[in-house]
T-cell receptor, first 113, second 117 residues
Framework: GENVEQHPSTLSVQEGDSAVIKCTYS??????FPWYKQELGKRPQLIID?????GEKKDQRIAVTLNKTAKHFSLHITETQPEDSAVYFC????????????FGKGTHLIIQP | GAVVSQHPSWVICKSGTSVKIECRSL??????MFWYRQFPKQSLMLMAT?????????EQGVEKDKFLINHASLTLSTLTVTSAHPEDSSFYIC?????????????FGPGTRLTVL
């Protein structure tokens, strides 16, 4: 089955700086890679996703890059703000609506004021 | 659109009892629903895939006789934790996938926190 590794487990950055979280996956058939933000006790919220037919996607301060050859994808957050503090999870699946998501272990992002 | 609800939001039960958790898609028909479990400060782990009108598919290591899943309609899936024990205490989250979501985008419910005494 799929295995998703995520690094770092904790990331502390100064407000206004950029944050980068990296994930690798093992299943070459995976083609859907979402990123979720989860606050304590709440549901995961999709913040951005990327399909295997593109290498990069951007939405305001958030961007995701995908390297299918190397089987890794990354989340980039620029101009970080205090409200960005949360746990972020990457995930992978074969897409098509029939496959569950395999999640990374999560990154606790701390924005220092 | 794409709202998923869960009920109850939290439940406390005695060891040995059974607990049923409902997952509903409120504004779309969900051909597939998924059940995840999340222990404190850990990631989400897929437990099973629930397809309307057919048997659920369980992930390796998940006991299908302990975690009963029923997907009786395109808007409702239920997870029953049978003979619950303290080690079953966890945050259970469902997600639903619309038949129009070609790339597998999933919409998550708010989760159910189960505490077994």
């Amino acid at each position: 089955g799929e295995n998703v590794e995520q690094h770092p487990s904790t990331l502390s950055v100064q407000e206004g700086d950029s944050a980068v979280i990296k994930c690798t996956y093992s299943d070459s058939a995976s083609n859907y890679f979402p990123w979720y933000k989860q606050e304590l006790g709440k549901r995961p919220q999709l913040i951005i996703d990327i399909r295997s037919n593109v290498g990069e996607k951007k939405d305001q301060r958030i961007a995701v890059t995908l390297n299918k050859t190397a089987k890794h994808f990354s989340l980039h957050i620029t101009e970080t703000q205090p409200e960005d503090s949360a746990v972020y999870f990457c995930a992978a699946s074969r897409g098509g609506g029939a496959d569950g998501l395999t999640f990374g272990k999560g990154t606790h992002l701390i924005i220092q004021p | 659109g794409a709202v998923v609800s869960q009920h109850p939001s939290w439940v406390i039960c005695k060891s040995g009892t059974s607990v049923k958790i409902e997952c509903r898609s409120l504004d779309f028909q969900a051909t597939t629903m998924f059940w995840y479990r999340q222990f404190p400060k850990q990631s989400l782990m897929l437990m099973a895939t629930s397809n309307e009108g057919s048997k659920a598919t369980y992930e390796q290591g998940v006991e299908k006789d302990k975690f009963l899943i029923n997907h009786a309609s395109l808007t409702l899936s239920t997870l029953t934790v049978t003979s619950a024990h303290p080690e079953d205490s966890s945050f259970y989250i469902c997600s639903a996938c619309s038949g129009r979501a070609l790339w597998g985008e999933q919409f998550f419910g708010p989760g159910t926190r189960l505490t077994v005494l």
